[in-house]
Protein backbone atom coordinates (compact mmCIF):
# COMPACT_ATOMS: atom_id res chain seq x y z
CA UNK A 1 0.00 0.00 0.00
CA UNK A 2 1.43 3.34 -1.29
CA UNK A 3 -0.81 5.50 0.34
CA UNK A 4 -2.30 5.11 4.09
CA UNK A 5 -4.27 7.05 6.97
CA UNK A 6 -3.54 7.48 10.63
CA UNK A 7 -6.14 9.45 12.64
CA UNK A 8 -6.61 12.36 10.79
CA UNK A 9 -3.12 12.76 8.26
CA UNK A 10 -2.86 10.67 5.52
CA UNK A 11 0.41 9.45 4.60
CA UNK A 12 2.44 8.25 1.72
CA UNK A 13 5.06 5.21 1.17
CA UNK A 14 8.77 6.79 1.35
CA UNK A 15 11.05 4.17 2.66
CA UNK A 16 10.49 0.47 1.17
CA UNK A 17 10.88 -2.77 3.29
CA UNK A 18 14.16 -3.60 1.45
CA UNK A 19 15.93 -0.02 1.19
CA UNK A 20 14.97 -0.29 5.37
CA UNK A 21 16.61 -3.99 5.75
CA UNK A 22 19.66 -3.10 3.58
CA UNK A 23 20.14 -0.03 5.55
CA UNK A 24 20.01 -2.01 8.64
CA UNK A 25 22.41 -4.94 7.45
CA UNK A 26 25.01 -2.23 6.76
CA UNK A 27 24.56 -1.16 9.95
CA UNK A 28 25.11 -4.19 11.47
CA UNK A 29 28.28 -5.66 9.26
CA UNK A 30 30.06 -2.04 10.24
CA UNK A 31 29.05 -3.32 14.01
CA UNK A 32 30.27 -6.75 13.86
CA UNK A 33 33.75 -4.68 12.75
CA UNK A 34 34.25 -2.56 14.61
CA UNK A 35 33.21 -4.80 18.23
CA UNK A 36 34.84 -8.21 17.67
CA UNK A 37 36.37 -9.31 20.73
CA UNK A 38 34.77 -6.43 22.30
CA UNK A 39 31.58 -8.01 24.30
CA UNK A 40 29.21 -4.48 23.71
CA UNK A 41 26.00 -4.07 25.86
CA UNK A 42 23.37 -3.25 23.35
CA UNK A 43 20.90 -0.80 25.22
CA UNK A 44 17.19 -0.73 22.92
CA UNK A 45 15.40 2.28 23.51
CA UNK A 46 11.84 1.42 23.77
CA UNK A 47 9.10 2.04 22.54
CA UNK A 48 10.46 3.49 18.86
CA UNK A 49 13.57 1.31 18.29
CA UNK A 50 11.86 -2.14 18.82
CA UNK A 51 11.72 -3.07 15.30
CA UNK A 52 14.75 -1.47 14.18
CA UNK A 53 16.51 -3.90 17.13
CA UNK A 54 15.34 -7.12 15.90
CA UNK A 55 16.16 -6.31 12.62
CA UNK A 56 19.49 -5.24 13.38
CA UNK A 57 20.20 -7.98 16.71
CA UNK A 58 19.53 -10.85 13.40
CA UNK A 59 22.61 -9.87 11.52
CA UNK A 60 25.08 -9.57 14.53
CA UNK A 61 27.31 -12.62 14.54
CA UNK A 62 29.51 -10.60 17.77
CA UNK A 63 29.56 -11.78 20.96
CA UNK A 64 27.31 -9.26 22.89
CA UNK A 65 24.69 -8.52 25.43
CA UNK A 66 21.11 -7.18 24.28
CA UNK A 67 18.96 -4.86 26.86
CA UNK A 68 15.73 -2.70 26.48
CA UNK A 69 15.69 0.71 28.49
CA UNK A 70 12.73 3.79 28.36
CA UNK A 71 12.66 7.07 28.84
CA UNK A 72 10.25 7.80 31.36
CA UNK A 73 8.40 11.58 31.95
CA UNK A 74 8.36 12.24 35.76
CA UNK A 75 7.56 15.57 37.75
CA UNK A 76 10.84 16.96 38.62
CA UNK A 77 12.40 20.51 39.66
CA UNK A 78 13.61 21.01 36.78
CA UNK A 79 12.66 24.52 34.67
CA UNK A 80 10.46 23.05 32.69
CA UNK A 81 9.08 20.79 35.00
CA UNK A 82 9.05 17.85 33.22
CA UNK A 83 12.58 15.67 33.59
CA UNK A 84 12.97 12.49 31.74
CA UNK A 85 14.49 9.63 33.44
CA UNK A 86 16.25 6.46 32.18
CA UNK A 87 14.46 3.26 33.28
CA UNK A 88 14.60 -0.36 33.24
CA UNK A 89 18.60 -0.31 32.97
CA UNK A 90 19.52 -3.53 35.26
CA UNK A 91 22.98 -4.14 33.71
CA UNK A 92 26.29 -3.06 34.97
CA UNK A 93 27.71 -0.71 32.91
CA UNK A 94 30.77 0.02 34.27
CA UNK A 95 33.58 -0.35 31.33
CA UNK A 96 31.41 -1.64 29.01
CA UNK A 97 31.17 -0.91 25.25
CA UNK A 98 27.59 0.21 25.44
CA UNK A 99 25.77 0.69 22.22
CA UNK A 100 22.72 2.76 22.32
CA UNK A 101 20.07 1.79 19.85
CA UNK A 102 17.52 4.12 18.62
CA UNK A 103 15.04 4.92 16.23
CA UNK A 104 15.41 8.02 14.99
CA UNK A 105 17.48 11.36 16.21
CA UNK A 106 16.04 14.43 14.79
CA UNK A 107 17.04 17.85 17.43
CA UNK A 108 19.47 15.28 19.39
CA UNK A 109 17.82 16.22 22.66
CA UNK A 110 16.95 12.75 23.40
CA UNK A 111 20.27 10.92 22.62
CA UNK A 112 21.95 13.73 24.45
CA UNK A 113 20.30 13.13 27.71
CA UNK A 114 20.78 9.30 27.49
CA UNK A 115 24.35 9.41 26.70
CA UNK A 116 24.64 11.76 29.60
CA UNK A 117 22.66 9.70 32.41
CA UNK A 118 25.15 6.82 31.24
CA UNK A 119 28.44 8.58 31.42
CA UNK A 120 27.66 8.68 35.05
CA UNK A 121 28.19 5.46 35.19
CA UNK A 122 31.47 5.04 33.70
CA UNK A 123 31.44 3.08 30.38
CA UNK A 124 34.32 1.93 28.53
CA UNK A 125 32.81 3.68 25.66
CA UNK A 126 28.95 4.73 24.06
CA UNK A 127 27.82 5.42 20.72
CA UNK A 128 24.73 5.35 18.99
CA UNK A 129 23.29 3.47 16.36
CA UNK A 130 20.08 5.11 14.91
CA UNK A 131 18.35 3.74 11.72
CA UNK A 132 16.92 7.34 10.95
CA UNK A 133 18.62 10.95 11.19
CA UNK A 134 17.08 14.14 10.23
CA UNK A 135 20.71 15.88 9.89
CA UNK A 136 18.66 19.61 8.82
CA UNK A 137 16.77 19.29 12.53
CA UNK A 138 19.77 18.24 14.81
CA UNK A 139 21.34 21.03 17.01
CA UNK A 140 22.55 19.60 19.87
CA UNK A 141 25.68 16.76 21.36
CA UNK A 142 27.19 14.64 19.16
CA UNK A 143 25.56 12.87 15.68
CA UNK A 144 25.25 9.18 16.06
CA UNK A 145 28.09 7.13 15.10
CA UNK A 146 25.73 4.62 13.19
CA UNK A 147 23.37 5.91 10.97
CA UNK A 148 21.34 3.89 8.97
CA UNK A 149 19.32 6.40 6.29
CA UNK A 150 19.28 10.25 6.69
CA UNK A 151 15.92 11.95 5.78
CA UNK A 152 14.67 15.27 5.20
CA UNK A 153 12.79 17.10 7.95
CA UNK A 154 9.07 15.96 7.46
CA UNK A 155 7.39 13.59 9.68
CA UNK A 156 7.22 9.82 9.53
CA UNK A 157 5.71 6.92 10.37
CA UNK A 158 6.41 2.80 10.30
CA UNK A 159 8.65 0.56 11.25
CA UNK A 160 8.62 1.34 15.07
CA UNK A 161 7.83 5.33 14.80
CA UNK A 162 4.93 6.65 15.55
CA UNK A 163 1.94 8.97 15.24
CA UNK A 164 -0.05 9.72 18.29
CA UNK A 165 0.80 5.81 19.34
CA UNK A 166 -0.36 4.63 16.00
CA UNK A 167 1.85 2.87 13.05
CA UNK A 168 4.57 0.91 14.53
CA UNK A 169 3.28 -2.28 13.20
CA UNK A 170 4.14 -0.71 9.88
CA UNK A 171 6.66 -2.44 7.97
CA UNK A 172 7.78 0.17 5.81
CA UNK A 173 8.03 4.04 6.59
CA UNK A 174 5.15 6.39 5.34
CA UNK A 175 5.79 10.41 5.40
CA UNK A 176 3.33 12.99 6.18
CA UNK A 177 1.91 14.61 3.34
CA UNK A 178 1.47 18.22 3.03
CA UNK A 179 -2.24 19.81 3.12
P1 LIG B 1 14.88 14.38 19.37
O1 LIG B 1 15.00 14.44 20.86
O2 LIG B 1 14.40 15.67 18.78
O3 LIG B 1 16.15 13.90 18.68
O4 LIG B 1 13.70 13.41 19.03
C1 LIG B 1 13.79 12.08 19.17
C2 LIG B 1 12.45 11.42 19.36
O5 LIG B 1 11.36 12.12 18.74
C3 LIG B 1 12.52 10.08 18.68
O6 LIG B 1 13.03 9.10 19.55
C4 LIG B 1 11.10 9.85 18.25
O7 LIG B 1 10.41 9.21 19.30
C5 LIG B 1 10.52 11.23 18.04
N1 LIG B 1 10.50 11.62 16.62
C6 LIG B 1 11.33 12.49 15.99
N2 LIG B 1 11.01 12.62 14.69
C7 LIG B 1 9.95 11.80 14.48
C8 LIG B 1 9.16 11.47 13.30
O8 LIG B 1 9.36 11.97 12.17
N3 LIG B 1 8.17 10.56 13.49
C9 LIG B 1 7.90 9.98 14.70
N4 LIG B 1 8.62 10.25 15.81
C10 LIG B 1 9.63 11.16 15.71
MG1 LIG C 1 12.53 7.10 20.26
Redesign the pocket.
Known sequence: MDKIKILDKSFSLFLDKKKIKSSISEIARTINTDYSGKNPLFLT?L???FMFASELFQHLDIDCEISFVKLASYQGTDTTGNVKKLIGLNEQIKNKHVIIV????????????IRAQLEQDKPASIKVASM?F?PG??KVGHQPEYIGIE?PD????GFG???DGRGRNLNQIYK?DNE
Open positions: VNGAEDIVDTGITIDKLKKFIDFIVLDYI
